[in-house]
């Protein structure tokens, strides 16, 4: 089953926005398995954070990674127009080269 | 950087077959596990299918198992998916992915730019 996340987010140039990602049915997201990506329109997904909080070179540290509980969390800082795009978790289901992603959060920039 | 190309989608009638590839450049291919993810129209994104970098282990999700075969050829860099009983809801974009780790169970760090894929009678 797909991992839980908002379908949409928005704030405004500058603001701080949060998404989170919990496991099927409100279930335990093994956090240092989970990965974020962004996803512009038209473009292919690109890793902005891997087991749970690493952020890859070249990837802004306005981008971070936490957890709260039983969910994980991207907090994106100082929002920019360029943010505006779709954002997905992922994580190791656990059973050899598994997967499972999140329903996805279209992140909007007022 | 790391390149992927994938590449052999097009229009398949439902119950026909299609055979995607993949080429890996700028990076030592046979050091990492490779998957396929796709994205249906307008939809999320759903992993296919993962290889292990030796081959010794694959895994499908369920809604491609036993009608999908993923392979590798180290020696060509290339990462196949071999797409039989196509159905309608398999119409999707799909990726190449690379993972980060011999084995899976790590995360993706390299995507391509997609193969459509469209089944239709």
């Known amino acids: 089953s797909a991992l839980t996340q908002p379908a949409s987010v928005s704030g405004s140039p500058g603001q701080s926005i949060t998404i989170s990602c919990t496991g099927a049915?409100?279930?335990?997201?093994?956090?240092?398995?989970v990965s974020w990506f962004q996803q512009h329109p038209g473009r292919a997904p690109r890793l902005l954070i891997y087991?749970?909080?690493k952020r890859p070179s070249g990837v802004s540290n306005r981008f971070s990674g936490s957890k709260s509980g039983n969910t994980a969390t991207l907090t994106i800082s100082g929002l920019q127009a360029e943010d505006e795009a779709g954002y997905y978790c992922?994580?190791?289901?656990?059973?050899?080269?598994?997967?499972?992603f999140g329903s996805g959060t279209k992140v909007t920039v007022l | 950087e790391v390149q992927l190309v994938e590449s052999g989608g097009g229009l398949a009638q439902p119950g026909r077959s299609l055979r995607l590839s993949c080429a890996a450049s700028?990076?030592?291919?046979?050091?990492?596990?490779m998957h396929w993810v796709r994205q249906a129209p307008g939809k999320g994104l759903e992993w296919v299918s993962g290889?292990?970098?030796?081959?010794?282990?694959?895994g499908y999700a369920a809604s491609v198992k036993g009608r999908f075969t993923i392979s590798r050829d180290n020696a060509k860099n290339s990462l196949f998916l071999q797409m039989n009983s196509l159905r309608e809801e398999d119409t999707a974009l799909y990726y190449c992915?690379?993972?980060?780790?011999?084995?899976?169970?790590?995360?993706?760090?390299?995507w391509g730019q997609g193969t459509l894929v469209t089944v239709s009678s």
């Open positions: 992922c994580s190791f289901a656990g059973t050899s080269t598994s997967y499972v």
């Open positions: 049915g409100g279930g335990v997201v093994n956090y240092n398995l």
């Open positions: 992915v690379k993972d980060a780790g011999l084995y899976g169970g790590d995360y993706f760090d390299y």
């Open positions: 290889i292990t970098w030796n081959s010794d282990f694959v």
């Open positions: 700028e990076f030592t291919f046979d050091d990492f596990a």
């Open positions: 087991e749970g909080a």
